[in-house]
């Protein structure tokens, strides 16, 4: 039987959406949050599926923090396509990677995954 593993981990960017439906939205910031769920169909001998504080030094080097997000990607910097991006950069280093959630307001946020 088979675990999730959920890590999370916050980060601080600005952006602001170039097809916003409305007003243009002026340039602001978040406190984002990004959920990984991984699965893990094995335990080690230590009875973990993977090594949390791994996952996390890895979030910690490809996050954006402290930047403005419409400068490193070619695309709108919704909470949507954040997330489909970082679900396939993740999903290179942990394959069994289930969704990636990333909460751009602790109301508001966009889930990705694979069917």
Not at 64 to 84: G, Q, R, T, V
Not at 85 to 114: D, H, I, M
Request: charged content about 25%; glycine content about 6%.
């Amino acid at each position: 039987m088979p675990w999730i593993l959920v890590v999370k981990r916050k980060f601080n960017a600005a952006h602001f959406l170039t097809d916003y439906h409305g007003s243009p939205e002026p340039l602001h910031g978040h406190t984002w949050e990004v959920e990984l769920h991984i699965r893990a169909d094995k335990l080690d001998g230590g009875g973990m599926g993977f090594d949390f504080v791994e996952i996390d030094n890895f979030l910690k080097e490809i996050l954006p923090d402290y930047k403005l997000l419409n400068d490193l990607f070619d695309f709108s910097p919704s909470a949507e396509n954040i997330a489909k991006w970082l679900y396939e950069k993740v999903k290179e280093r942990y394959p069994s990677l289930q969704k990636v959630v990333v909460w751009e307001t602790q109301n508001c946020g966009a889930e990705y995954f694979e069917l």
